[in-house]
């Protein structure tokens, strides 16, 4: 099937020297409001793939996310975010990017274009059977994204993936596809712009179900985050009294106690609520 590569083809937009600062602003805002359109439509692969992360997850697997550039970046940023957040250990979920962690500042010459490396840096990780991979490339054809995706149906591990082009070589390659085409860049082939912000979107949404469906959020509230700072604590502290009804110097002296919202909840509700 002929791969359409729409993130390649040229703006809709010319002359962007000659716009005003207004003009810019403007175009550009109005071609990012077309990107929850895109994922819009790919709710039911999305869905799909959180299901099959979220089987694995239930049974003590992992989630793995590999990329380049600003596809690796942001594997990696979202995968940062889930110990803070749920209180997860950071070897739950793990973001690889071509090129390792320096990369994430300064480009790697070369790095995505290693079909062998993605599937080195799993392979530390100790990577098997009870894990999902999901490869992230807005194209949908990086060497070191399909190359690792390659590697791991090889090895029976159930693969995804996050594109902005329909029918790529990465999409043909995985278990579950999720295509999110949003069309030519302001500046043509900028996949930092709009494919970045819908790759953005769609992995909050599947690390976010996922960690819902998982028990690690009470109602709409965040009880498993870690108190890493004031603003947290603080945070913490108003779940408390919002849930209990209790004074907030108490609620405090027993959220430090037990280190996290829930544990304090629990304790609280098995001891005083009868």
Known sequence: MKNKLTTEQASDYNNLEKMSTNELLTNMNAEDKTVPYALEKAVPSIEKLVDVIYDKMKAGGRLFYIGAGTSGRLGVLDASECPPTYGVSDDWVIGLIAGGDFALRKAV?????????????????????????????????????????????????????VTCNQDSPLSLKVDYPIELVVGPEFVTGSTRMKAGTAQKLALNMISTTVMIKLGRVKGNKMVNMQLSNKKLVNRGVKMIVDELNIDEKLAKKLLIEYKSVKDTLDFYKSTYVK
Do not use: F, H, M, R
């Not at 992230?136 to 995706?149: L, R």
């Open 109 to 161: 010459e070369n790095a995505e274009d290693d079909t062998d490396l993605a599937w080195n840096d799993l392979k530390k990780y100790n990577i098997n059977q009870n894990d999902v991979l999901v490869g992230i490339a807005a194209s949908g054809t990086t060497p070191y994204v399909i190359g690792g995706v390659e590697k791991a149906k090889a090895n029976n591990i159930i693969t995804g993936c």
